[in-house]
C-alpha cells in the first residue's frame, strides 16, 4: 500500500534533510528530486542536449558525488524550465511514488505538480537571509571560496527563477502545511514534521 509524502519549499530551507529524516523514521522510500534535475544539468555541462538527459535518466546517475556543485546547481535550474524536461522527469517521479511501503519526495512542486493526491503535503521555507547562511556555511565547510552576499544574490536569483517560471511554479500546495524553519533548529524541524506526518497515518 502506498502513502505519499510531498515535501515542496525554497532552495536550503531544509526539505532534505527533514525528508531523509521522515523517510527514515517511519521507515519510507526517499527521493531528492532535485537531484533528477541536477542530474540532467551535469549532463549538459558535459555536452548531452536536456531533453535527451532527461529522457535517457537512471537512477545510477543520482549516485554522483559532484551533483552538489554550485555549477551544476545553477544548471539543474536552468534546465527545469525547459517542459520536455519536466514532462521526461515527471513519470520518474511518480512512478517512485506509487511504491508499496510509503514514499517521501522532496523538490519544487510535488505537492502541486507531481503528487497532487499526496497523503501529506509540507511546504518547508525560511528567510532568504537564512537560507543563504544556511548553504555559505554549507559551501564553505566544503573548501568552497565564495562569499555570503554571493550565495545571498544566487539564492534570491534562483527564488526568483523557481516562483516566476511558466510551468509548474514554486508555490505552495493550498492543502500543504506551511513549516517556517527560520527559527527551528534541525531537530525541531524533523519534529514537528513527524508529527504532521504521524497525524496523517493515524
Not at 509524502?5 to 532534505?16: E, F, L, Q, R
Not at 527521493?31 to 535518466?57: F, M, N, S
Not at 534570491?156 to 514554486?170: F, G, I, M, S, V
Amino acid at each position: 500500500m502506498s502513502f505519499i509524502v510531498a515535501i515542496d519549499g525554497p532552495a536550503a530551507a531544509g526539505k532534505g534533510t527533514i525528508s531523509k529524516a521522515v523517510a527514515a523514521h517511519f521507515g519510507f522510500a526517499h527521493l531528492d528530486t532535485g537531484l533528477l534535475y541536477r542530474a540532467v544539468g551535469a549532463k549538459v555541462i558535459a555536452g548531452a542536449e536536456p531533453v535527451a538527459a532527461a529522457r535517457a535518466l537512471d537512477p545510477v546517475d543520482l549516485e554522483n558525488d559532484s551533483l552538489r556543485t554550485a555549477a551544476v546547481a545553477q544548471a539543474a535550474s536552468e534546465v527545469a524550465v525547459i517542459p520536455d524536461v519536466r514532462a521526461a522527469l515527471v513519470a520518474f517521479q511518480r512512478s517512485f511514488a506509487g511504491r508499496d511501503g510509503g514514499a517521501v519526495l522532496d523538490g519544487r512542486d510535488i505537492g502541486t505538480v507531481i503528487c497532487p493526491a499526496a497523503d501529506v503535503k509540507l511546504f518547508v521555507t525560511a528567510s532568504p537571509e537564512c537560507r543563504a547562511e544556511r548553504r555559505f556555511q554549507e559551501l564553505s565547510g566544503k573548501g568552497t571560496d565564495t562569499t555570503f552576499e554571493t550565495v545571498l544574490a544566487d539564492v534570491k536569483e534562483r527564488d526568483a527563477r523557481d516562483h516566476n517560471r511558466a510551468t509548474a511554479p514554486l508555490v505552495p500546495a493550498d492543502d500543504a502545511v506551511l513549516l517556517d524553519t527560520s527559527e527551528l533548529t534541525a531537530a525541531q524541524a524533523i519534529a514537528a514534521a513527524i508529527k504532521v506526518v504521524a497525524a496523517a497515518r493515524s
